[in-house]
């Protein structure tokens, strides 16, 4: 009894509540979160509910009466499917359409003519089944007589249904299926070559003492300065039909698949090779001296220790390099020529024959590959352990003339390859009429009187960059804070970061193509936001979220978790140590995703080629409408003004970075 009255009663499981700050952190977490629900969430939902919307002529829902030469007495109603099987005026492909379809009611009729006093009686025997009289749209189950001149005006209306019928004609139509193994085959040839020749850039940079490797990393990261629409103008005034070198393709065309893999490995090269030099960065010197003492053969300490130790690396640039080549749309667009991939398809169904449902099919086709690749991606990134310990050794390449000398042949090959499609491009943009008149101008820069938007294109894109490196590395930094020093609520901070993680595996093509559906949408609240600047940065700032997000986090990371308990053990508000503590110590960090914003915001095509408007429309949009209009030489003109302004914000970067850093990180110094 004594035992049992000594028991404590079972209470209630006890837990952590949040504190003011905890709240005010929590809030601002799914205020970030709400974002990006609405700016890719409800898109992607909107584009992919769209693609299972098909639309149909549905003749048997109309019903129609034809009067004798009098126009007063009528014969017995028919179904226009009826007129239709007896006239053999629509076959089965005319009756499949798309939103904006119309089919001509005068066609089933083979003796129609405007002149006669023919009369006809029309009427919906379906809801949902209309007609449109020039621009006015008629939904009536009653008869509504019309003259024969005014029949010639009527159009039928597609009736909207939900199935797989989209999919099923995109699997049956052969020039569509091509474009998935015309996409598959080029992503997989450049995947190749780019990262064989990344590595061994890579691999010279951290295993050889050879000289000028400063000025090989800044050539080797060029082709992040231009968008990827530059490689093309410039293969096309090398090989092509007045190319300078145009011989050495002994016939071949420039024009396909061989333009775009040479270009699409000269703007992904940097990417693969950023990757690939952090992966061989990280190597324990150790591990090669006990291969030395072991009497390995370089060969072999290659294939055991090198590849081994990079291969999450070399993996990581396998994935990356593919998406980015099967998801680009500015290089087959420009040197594609015929040979059709999928984001030509999207743009194709989209702008030239205004098939949304069709062109949402094919871009849930082409995000398959892309999240499939992060997917994989992610799963192997998990994997990996890590390769340093505390007695590990920074490995220290050993003089070796020979080695040295073949490394700096190497990476000098790819440094005038880079250099030269850049040159080229500089060329092409000042010389006054290529091949006839070869003398040096700044004609091709008198962008208003060219199609694209003229020098405000160029302006519209520095305003949008500047605004988006600004806004978008404050959403994204605010974001990966509150995810990271927010104690609790794990599930809400579980969400937040699969949503920041997303817009890494969805295609700037595909999303663009979603902020159509959704926001282009005149039920939607936020439709006017649709043809406007603010719509280009939020599609910008979302479709770059991941790689800042992920930048930030590593950043955040190395602070140690005590600062926040000892801040409010001082009473100090949190917003107090994020601006006098956090910020300056991830300063650049910040300044690195300000820059990465600030470039692909001037680059980017595929985001942004549905969301223009006549008053927004930007550089990158310029060099594409230009070189659509055989303005090539002013287009590659308006790319190196991308690449001037890169190069610009790049020294401002650096110089901004200097002086900062030397106020805000003298406490790294010993």
Known sequence: ????????????????????????????????????????????????????????????????????????????????????????????????????????????????????????????????????????????????????????????????????????????SPTLVRSIENSLFIAAVSTVLTVGLAFGFAYALTRSRMRFKGTMKLVAMMPILVPSLLPGI??????????????????????????????????????ALIIISTALAIADQRQYEAADSLRASRWRTFWTVTV??????????????????????????????????????????????????????????????????????????????????????????????????????????VALFILTIIGVCQLAALVTFWPYDMSLGLTNFAFDKMDGGGWSAYWNSVRLAAVTAVVGTAVVFAGAYMVEKTAGVRPVRGLFHFLAMLPMAVPGMVLGLAYIFFFNNPDNPLHGLYGTMTILVVSTVTHFYTVGHLTALTALKQIDAEFEPVAASLRQPFYRLFARVTVPICLPAILDIMIY???????????????????????????????????????????????????AARLLHMLASRGLLARTQAWRQR
């Open 1 to 172: 009894m004594m035992a049992a009255a000594d028991t404590l009663p079972a209470g209630k499981e006890i837990r952590l509540g949040l504190d003011r700050d905890g709240t005010i952190k929590l809030g601002f977490m799914l205020a970030i979160a709400l974002y990006l629900v609405v700016t890719l969430a409800l898109p992607l939902y909107a584009m992919l509910s769209k693609s299972f919307v098909t639309y149909r002529f549905d003749l048997s829902a109309y019903e129609l009466q034809v009067s004798d030469p009098t126009g007063r007495v009528f014969a017995p109603a028919v179904t226009a499917a009826a007129l239709n099987a007896a006239a053999g005026a629509f076959g089965p492909e005319d009756l499949r359409a798309s939103a904006d379809a119309r089919l001509p009611v005068a066609d089933l009729f083979p003796d129609f003519s405007f002149r006669s006093p023919v009369k006809y009686r029309l009427r919906a025997l379906a809801d949902g089944a209309a007609w449109q009289v020039g621009l006015e749209t008629v939904r009536s189950p009653d008869w509504v007589e019309y003259d024969s001149n005014t029949l010639r005006r009527i159009t039928l209306r597609p009736v909207a249904s939900v199935g797989i019928e989209n999919y099923i004609a995109y699997v049956s």
């Open 597 to 647: 914003m600030f470039v692909n915001a001037m680059t980017t095509v595929s985001a942004v080629v549905f969301l223009y408007s006549t008053h927004t429309a930007l550089a990158s949009i310029a060099v594409l409408n230009m070189d659509d209009a055989g303005d090539i030489a002013p287009a590659a003109a308006m790319g190196m003004m991308i690449f001037y302004t890169n190069v």
């Open 234 to 271: 410039a293969l096309i005034y090398l090989f092509g039909n007045q190319g300078l070198l145009k011989g050495l393709l002994m016939g071949q065309s420039i024009y396909g698949p061989l333009g775009i893999i040479i270009g699409s490995v000269f703007f992904t090269f940097p990417h």
């Open 308 to 413: 081994p130790g990079a291969r999450y690396g070399l993996i990581s640039a396998v994935f990356v390099t593919f998406t980015l080549v099967v998801t680009d749309f500015g290089l087959p667009k420009v040197i594609g020529g015929q040979y059709n991939v999928l984001a030509i398809d999207i743009y194709k169904q989209v702008i030239g024959q205004q098939n949304f449902e069709m062109g949402a099919v094919v871009s849930v086709v082409l995000l398959v590959p892309a999240v499939l690749a992060f997917l994989i991606d992610r799963q192997v990134q998990k994997k990996q352990v890590s390769l340093l310990s505390a007695r590990s050794v920074t490995f220290e390449p050993k003089a070796n003339p020979w080695f040295d000398a073949l490394c700096l042949c190497w990476c000098g090959l």
